[in-house]
Nanobody, 124 residues
């Protein structure tokens, strides 16, 4: 089982930026498919972004504003969030498919391991 620990959440004004980090355990981090998801109050968990050997993909709602990246030497995946909006307010979760067998995955069931989440609040 992969351990995932998110950090970097907080309170920011609309238009501001935050960078989330997710540190992962394991020796084969470079092959993991990694995703960011979020859950807003009263809503279902939704896909935000993912990164794998096949590249990156984003939800339409964040495309052009958010960037996912990874540092394999540090076993860490990042989510740079710019031009934040109040509707981005949610708990953000990092997820991993450690075997990398679902490189295009954008749905929660494809990911076996999850972090505890970090709160992002965007004020208007």
């Amino acid at each position: 089982q992969v351990q995932l620990v998110e950090s970097g959440g907080g309170l920011v004004q609309a238009g501001g930026s935050l960078r989330l980090s997710c540190a992962a355990s394991g020796r084969t981090f470079s092959v993991y498919t990694l995703g960011w998801f979020r859950r807003a109050p009263g809503k279902e968990r939704e896909f935000v972004a993912r990164i794998s050997w096949a590249g990156t993909s984003y939800a339409d709602s964040v495309k052009g504003r958010f960037t996912i990246s990874r540092d394999n030497a540090k076993n860490t995946v990042y989510l740079q969030m710019n031009s934040l909006k109040p509707e981005d307010t949610a708990v953000y979760y990092c997820a991993a498919d450690p075997q990398g067998i679902r490189p295009l995955a954008t749905t929660p069931p494809a990911y076996s391991d999850w972090g505890q989440g970090t709160q992002v609040t965007v004020s208007s």
